[in-house]
């Protein structure tokens, strides 16, 4: 009996360290297509990888807009590389959902990756969306100048909203139209566009970071860039509200 129980204690003693082992070999569709989170390296501030079939957007805490680069995965004599420009990256899993990356280039730079899951699906961002900013204000007393553009159209939209279709977002507010197309990351939570408003008709909103999103409310975080400020601060950071026309 005593035996017995030896055995058993021993077979499941190894099949939780069997289960637990990471297998740090890594193929390309682990990372293609998928947004991961870089940090780790005390010399560079935590930012965003979004890969797609051969390019990458790179993402950044800085206020830079986001940069399209050419990747490559290489799997050489049992060993995986990431190809960022002319930098090679070795890759191998840290853990069950972390990877660790190591500059070969310089051997001097190292990440620990993370990737970023969907939280939601991208169809809810679909639809008219009011800026609450301004919901409860009346036209008459708009808190900002406004727009001067002459347009064809001249039935006059309050409050402001932004509608998003599937590869489009519209801006609405009084007689001023823009559009933009946009492309959304892996993990559905930035949106690279280049959205012109009404404050400067040469700040474009160039980023969207959404931080919450439901039937009714999206909050999202917009960089806005203006390359013809005079003052030299070209760089905005707005944390926007919107609410579901009808909810």
């Known amino acids: 009996m005593k035996n017995y129980l030896k055995y058993i204690i021993s077979f499941m003693i190894v099949t939780i360290i069997s289960c637990n082992k990471v297998d740090d070999k890594v193929n390309e569709n682990q990372i293609k297509n998928r947004t991961f989170l870089f940090y780790g390296n005390s010399e560079i501030e935590p930012f965003y990888i979004d890969f797609k079939d051969s390019t990458y957007y790179f993402i950044d805490n800085e206020g830079n807009k986001p940069k399209e680069m050419p990747w490559k995965f290489v799997d050489y004599d049992n060993s995986n590389f990431i190809l960022f420009n002319n930098n090679v990256f070795g890759i191998k899993k840290d853990s069950i959902e972390k990877y660790f990356l ?114 009714s409310l999206l909050k999202i975080k917009s960089k806005k860039y203006d390359e013809y400020n005079t003052s030299g601060d070209y760089f905005e950071e707005e944390v926007i509200e919107l609410r579901k026309n009808g909810r």
């Not at 639809?127 to 204000?137: A, C, H, L, P, V």
């Not at 139209?177 to 040469?202: A, C, Q």
């Open 102 to 215: 190591k500059n070969i280039s310089t051997n001097e730079q190292s990440f620990k990756i993370l990737e970023q899951k969907p939280k939601w699906k991208k169809s809810i961002l679909y639809g008219e969306w009011i800026d609450e900013k301004y919901n409860s204000i009346e036209m008459e007393y708009i808190p900002i100048p406004p727009p001067t553009l002459n347009t064809e159209n001249n039935k006059k939209i309050w409050p402001p909203k932004f509608i998003i279709k599937k590869d489009t977002i519209y801006y609405e507010f009084l007689n001023f139209r823009s559009k933009s197309k946009y492309i959304i990351s892996n993990s559905n939570n930035f949106i690279l566009l280049k959205l012109e408003t009404v404050i400067s008709f040469n700040n474009n909103h160039f980023l969207w970071e959404i931080y919450e999103v439901n039937d």
